[in-house]
Nanobody, 126 residues
Framework: QVQLVESGGGLVQAGGSLSLSCAAS????????MGWFRQAPGKEREFVAS????????YYEDSVKGRFTISRDNAKNTVYLQTNSLKPEDTAVYYC???????????????????WGQGTQVTVSS
């Protein structure tokens, strides 16, 4: 089992930045593909970014490319999402997720992830 706890959300003005963290316990993350998803009110949960087990490859949803950066520190069992140039449409609950699949790192569907955190709220004001 993996327990994931997100932190770092908050309220920020458009154009601002937030650094989200996802700390894991229960098992090492080093052999798991990690991802970030988000869910806005009234909308389905959507993929944001994923990162390979070693951290050398990343994959992003088109609307966040160039603004968000996913990274990981396997020694600290932590995954990060740096969010820059935030827009009001980025407002959502952000979730960290871990995939137990053994293939590629570009997992974009929620059912490809077995473990989820409780989420952290990001609110961007205009």
């Amino acid at each position: 089992q993996v327990q994931l706890v997100e932190s770092g959300g908050g309220l920020v003005q458009a154009g601002g930045s937030l650094s989200l963290s996802c700390a894991a316990s229960g098992r090492t993350l080093s052999n798991l593909v990690m991802g970030w998803f988000r869910q806005a009110p009234g909308k389905e949960r959507e993929f944001v970014a994923s990162i390979s087990r070693s951290g050398d490859k990343t994959y992003y949803e088109d609307s966040v490319k160039g603004r968000f950066t996913i990274s990981r520190d396997n020694a600290k069992n932590t995954v990060y999402l740096q969010t820059n140039s935030l827009k009001p449409e980025d407002t959502a609950v952000y979730y960290c997720a871990a995939s137990g699949l053994t293939g590629d790192y570009r997992y974009t569907q929620y059912y490809e992830y077995a473990y989820w955190g409780q989420g952290t709220q990001v609110t961007v004001s205009s």
